[in-house]
């Protein structure tokens, strides 16, 4: 890691998680309509879920990966003087945002998948409590090695080379 750069604190994380969080729902509300409009008028074809969860990949992708790969801050992270760069202190390129930002989706997805439990139609699925502990675990275990970690990796990271870095106010 960079001599001149500290790894992110936890909290400064989860807030630009949050922000970015919000963003990325926007982002994919107006891909939504665009395809909801693109589908319904001028196409005539009737919805499909797969093509829908393609293209909110695509445009989350888009969102994260060009900031990643253009100075390695999104809104949120720039909001919290956060960057993210490769382990030998190099910007990120296209496959690696790619990479991470897939991880990024699993990551959140566990987070959000117990909560969901506690909707009506999520109660009957038969193997819902299994995987809501699973879920439950892995996010302990990526809490834990995070905080085991010098460099305060988040499994996302381990997997994709990445560090999440406190970047001083005066170098952004």
Not at 35 to 50: F, G, I, Y
Not at 56 to 76: D, V
Not at 89 to 106: E, S, T, V
Not at 156 to 167: E, P, Q
Request: charge should be positive.
């Amino acid at each position: 890691m960079p001599d001149s750069f500290l790894p992110a604190p936890l909290w400064r994380r989860f807030a630009a998680a949050f922000y970015d969080g919000l963003l990325l729902l926007a982002i994919w509300m107006a891909t939504a309509v665009v395809e909801e409009v693109v589908r319904d008028t001028l196409l005539k074809l009737p919805p499909n879920v797969h093509a829908m969860r393609f293209y909110m990949f695509i445009a989350g992708l888009a969102f994260f990966g060009w900031f990643w790969t253009h100075g390695g801050q999104t809104l949120g992270m720039r909001a919290w003087h956060l960057r993210v760069i490769r382990t030998d202190g190099a910007p990120l390129r296209w496959p690696i945002a790619a990479l991470r930002y897939a991880m990024l989706l699993l990551t959140w997805a566990a987070a959000v998948y117990p909560l969901l439990l506690h909707l009506p139609v999520a109660a009957a699925w038969s193997l819902a409590p299994e995987i809501s502990d699973a879920c439950i675990a892995a996010l302990i275990l990526g809490l834990l090695l995070f905080f085991l970690d010098g460099q305060r990796r988040a499994p996302l990271d381990f997997i994709a080379g990445t560090l999440v870095v406190s970047v001083p106010k005066e170098t952004q």
